[in-house]
């Protein structure tokens, strides 16, 4: 096989491999936020509201327990049918879901309790409507005030993690990612419709946006890939569910040895680090 052929085919078997990852992430069957919330934690007390304009379905707060561990605990919603998916603006935030995410935060805060929060979201919902209600200044003051927090926090990336919406939740010490998830900027159809004027390109698009979790973790957008059973936590959710508490817990227990101001200097400091500017010669 020539040279040509063989980069070709190389960047095929790449394609694919980045597509079916996207899949994985969209199975109809992978357990949402709530579900693994439940699993995972006992005692969860949902928090409401914003205390400015209402209470966004798309996204639950509640104080809850890991093992013996008083803890806040964040999921997105997404709703199993189509009349719930509707109503939950199919798991994309509204700024009062962000603006009661951030109370509930500052809640915890208040109470030394960690925070984790489950994330599996396409982005922040673009309507007209949570445009006007500054979902722009909603993400941004997350992140500002995320980056500050004085009690652990743990994010991770169970499904989809799009954009600011996702971002608005996981300015964490510690992100993490499921085996099959996804972390990006834009959807690889919007990409795909941005770039090619095409959607049918979209599995391009997957592959060179590195959208996987092993690409984001060589990027440094992630610090942790939780591996998931052979066939997916879709296909075993309890083996997936035991991993993935064993995972939260152990870095519960790292971030609760280290003290307040030192916890929020590494935070700081990695999310800066995170973008890496450079010019070519």
């Given at each position: 096989?020539?040279?040509d052929k063989a980069g070709t085919a190389t960047q095929a078997k790449a394609v694919l491999a980045a597509w079916n990852k996207i899949e994985q992430a969209r199975h109809p069957q992978r357990p949402y936020p709530m579900e693994l919330i439940e699993r995972i934690f006992t005692d969860f007390s949902e928090i409401h509201g914003d205390r400015a304009f209402g209470d966004d379905e798309a996204v639950a707060c509640g104080m809850a327990r890991l093992g013996d561990e008083e803890v806040l605990a964040i999921g997105v919603r997404k709703g199993g049918s189509t009349k719930e998916r509707i109503r939950r603006n199919f798991g994309m935030?509204?700024?009062?879901?962000?603006?009661?995410?951030?109370?509930?935060?500052?809640?915890?805060?208040?109470?030394?309790?960690?925070?984790?929060?489950?994330?599996?979201?396409?982005?922040?919902?673009?309507g007209l409507g949570a445009e006007e209600r500054g979902q722009a200044e909603a993400i941004a003051r997350n992140l500002l005030e995320m980056s500050r927090l004085r009690?652990?926090?743990?994010?991770?990336?169970?499904g989809e993690g799009g954009s600011g919406g996702a971002l608005a939740l996981a300015v964490t010490d510690r992100v993490l990612i499921l085996e099959n998830a996804l972390y990006f900027v834009i959807t690889p159809e919007s990409c795909a419709a941005i770039m090619w004027r095409d959607i049918a390109h979209k599995d391009?698009?997957?592959?060179?946006?590195?959208?996987?979790?092993?690409?984001v973790l060589s990027l440094g957008c992630v610090d942790e890939v939780i591996r998931e059973p052979q066939a997916?936590?879709?296909?075993?959710?309890?083996?997936?569910?035991?991993?993935?508490?064993?995972?939260?817990?152990?870095?519960?227990?790292?971030?609760?040895?280290?003290?307040?101001?030192?916890?929020?200097?590494v935070r700081q400091r990695k999310f800066r680090n995170i973008a890496q500017f450079y010019s070519e010669s």
């Open positions: 096989m020539s040279e935030p509204s700024p009062e879901g962000y603006r009661k995410a951030l109370r509930t935060m500052k809640i915890a805060e208040k109470f030394n309790r960690p925070i984790i929060s489950l994330i599996d979201l396409p982005g922040a919902f673009p009690v652990p926090t743990i994010s991770v990336i169970t391009l698009a997957a592959e060179a946006l590195r959208v996987t979790a092993p690409d997916g936590i879709h296909a075993d959710r309890e083996g997936g569910v035991e991993l993935l508490a064993g995972a939260l817990k152990r870095h519960l227990a790292e971030l609760k040895a280290m003290p307040a101001q030192e916890m929020v200097a």
